[in-house]
């Protein structure tokens, strides 16, 4: 193996490659396109995923919406088309009776399916807003980025049924001055005075918006008339279970709860985040196979290519070949030197790749930067998927090596010497 190390045998391989320079260049080009392809395609999936995933960094996924409809089935004397109210009660039941639940959320809201908005008024405006009534839990859901200072509602606010708000980013531009703060202000809210507390802005994941008002849940129903009723439940089960499976629990407690029949499907509606999750991460898991998939197999067509440039070569050295093994050159030189050519050309055009798949992932992160409207986040590769198909490619390229350097040990001297 000394012979990889002398002089000689890199300048006959440089040689070699000089005396074909288009044919080389134009193969290199293969090799280093696969690359760089590979690299683009897995930043760009890893962009998508990166974008996915911080759409829900303040969210748990393993929730689900639940609210009431109409019965489908009579039961039990109760005709179909019944309505379903849920209530405070039935937070309590599912609290006790799913132990699957890690959070519970009732929520309420006003300037929703038909109902009329709240009334916001500050000085001399004012303007009609969605208000939500909220326990602190659902901060712990979908967690709200405050700023100025604030809060969000807490447990003494829901004890002692504060006339504390927390308002939208939207509403704070529109009632305030830019370096105006809002907290500690007093506003009125359908004609009663609220303290701000807290101005929240909006999140890409976030069902409020921005132009959204908070009150505590317990004020809300009071000053709403709302008694025990409420609108929908937010439900996140423990991070060892399975949202879709604690669902099902969910809706047959309900309807043990409301007498409706086992098989009516209607009765409750829901909406499960954690499962439309799950078919986007699996979505996403097989973009990141079919990328790996398109990768490699250019990079195989790259290789193969070098491998056919080589065997041209061999072919047109085949003299030059047989005076080498003449004057006593063995079979390992010269089978090394051409695998080592091949190995070379290889590695060359897959570094050449990544440096170029590296720059445009860069220039794609630079333009993107934080616009919302593009879904790609911090398109990177990683490093130890990099570092195997450079690997990948360099043992591609040994292998196919052998081909042409196995032609080149048969070439007998004598039949080569005779060769024009």
Request: neutral net charge.
């Amino acid at each position: 193996m000394k012979f990889i190390f002398e002089r000689d045998t890199w300048q006959e391989i440089y040689g070699a490659i000089r005396k074909n320079k288009v044919r080389t260049i134009i193969t290199v080009i293969g090799v280093t396109w696969g690359v760089f392809l590979f690299v683009i395609l897995l930043g760009l999936a890893k962009g998508l995923d990166n974008s996915f995933r911080s759409q829900f960094n303040d969210f748990a996924t393993n929730t689900m919406f639940l609210w009431g409809q109409q019965t489908s089935i009579p039961n039990e004397g109760f005709k179909r088309g019944r309505r379903m109210q849920l209530t405070l009660d039935d937070v309590d039941a599912l609290k006790s009776q799913v132990t699957d639940i890690e959070y519970i959320a009732p929520r309420n809201v006003t300037g929703r399916w038909g109902t009329p908005p709240g009334q916001f008024v500050r000085g001399s405006k004012s303007g009609a807003f969605q208000v939500f009534g909220d326990y602190p839990t659902i901060d712990k859901v979908s967690k709200k980025k405050m700023f100025d200072g604030g809060r969000f509602i807490n447990e003494e606010d829901i004890k002692y049924e504060r006339k504390v708000c927390v308002i939208g980013e939207d509403i704070y531009k529109q009632f305030y001055d830019k370096d105006e703060s809002a907290i500690g202000d007093f506003v009125k809210i359908n004609g009663i005075y609220f303290k701000v507390i807290g101005v929240y802005k909006p999140t890409q994941q976030g069902f409020e918006g921005d132009d959204s008002i908070f009150l505590p849940f317990t004020t809300f129903q009071t000053i709403f008339n709302q008694g025990k009723n409420i609108s929908w439940m937010v439900i996140t089960a423990k991070s060892d279970k399975n949202i879709v499976n604690t669902e099902v629990t969910i809706k047959s407690a309900l309807k043990r709860i409301h007498n409706v029949h086992p098989d009516d499907n209607q009765a409750f509606g829901s909406f499960n985040l954690g499962e439309e999750v799950a078919k986007v991460s699996g979505f996403l898991s097989g973009m990141r196979l079919i990328t790996y998939i398109v990768g490699i197999a250019t990079l195989i067509a790259g290789v193969i290519a070098i491998g056919n440039v080589l065997l041209i070569t061999v072919k047109e050295r085949t003299r030059e070949i047989g005076v080498r093994r003449a004057l006593g050159a063995t079979p390992a030189e010269v089978r090394g030197q051409i695998m080592l050519e091949s190995i070379l050309l290889t590695f060359i055009a897959g570094l050449i790749g990544f440096v170029f798949g590296t720059l445009v992932l860069w220039a794609i992160n630079t333009a993107v930067g934080t616009n919302e409207d593009i879904p790609i986040l911090n398109p990177t590769v990683d490093f130890f998927a990099v570092v195997g198909a450079l690997l990948s490619i360099v043992l591609l390229g040994t292998l196919i090596g052998l081909i042409p350097a196995q032609k080149a040990v048969s070439i007998k001297p004598i039949e080569a010497l005779r060769e024009e």
